[in-house]
């Protein structure tokens, strides 16, 4: 059984900064692509960062690209997303994914997930 577990959301007024973790149990955990996916009250379920089993440079949404910032330790089988200059838009439940084989930013390619983490930015 593979677990993910998130953690670091919260409170921030617009124009912090607040950095979430994802920790993967129950197989190795550099054979998977890892994914942060966000949903907002009313609104579908969207692609945020993405990076390889590998690690290296992550993949952005147009939205969060320039501000934030995906890495991974595969030593430590944890997925980061550190978020900088945060909006009020930002506000959502903020999702880790696993993912064997298939298309980074695509939600439905994606083996696991976690139960998520909320994030709220204030005006």
């Known amino acids: 059984q593979v677990q993910l577990v998130e953690s670091g959301g919260g409170l921030v007024q617009a124009g912090g900064s607040l950095s979430l973790s994802c920790t993967v149990s129950?197989?190795?955990?550099?054979?998977?692509?890892m994914g942060w996916f966000r949903q907002a009250p009313g609104k579908r379920r969207e692609f945020v960062a993405g990076?390889?089993?590998?690690?290296?440079?992550?993949y952005y949404a147009d939205s969060v690209k320039g501000r934030s910032t995906i890495s991974r330790d595969n030593a430590k089988n944890t997925v980061y997303l550190q978020m900088n200059s945060l909006k009020p838009e930002d506000t959502a439940v903020y999702y880790c994914a696993a993912m064997l084989s298939g298309t980074m930013t695509s939600q439905y390619e994606y083996d696991f997930w976690g139960r998520g983490t909320q994030v709220t930015v204030s005006s």
């Open positions: 990076i390889g089993r590998s690690g290296g440079s992550g």
């Open positions: 129950g197989r190795t955990f550099s054979v998977y692509t």
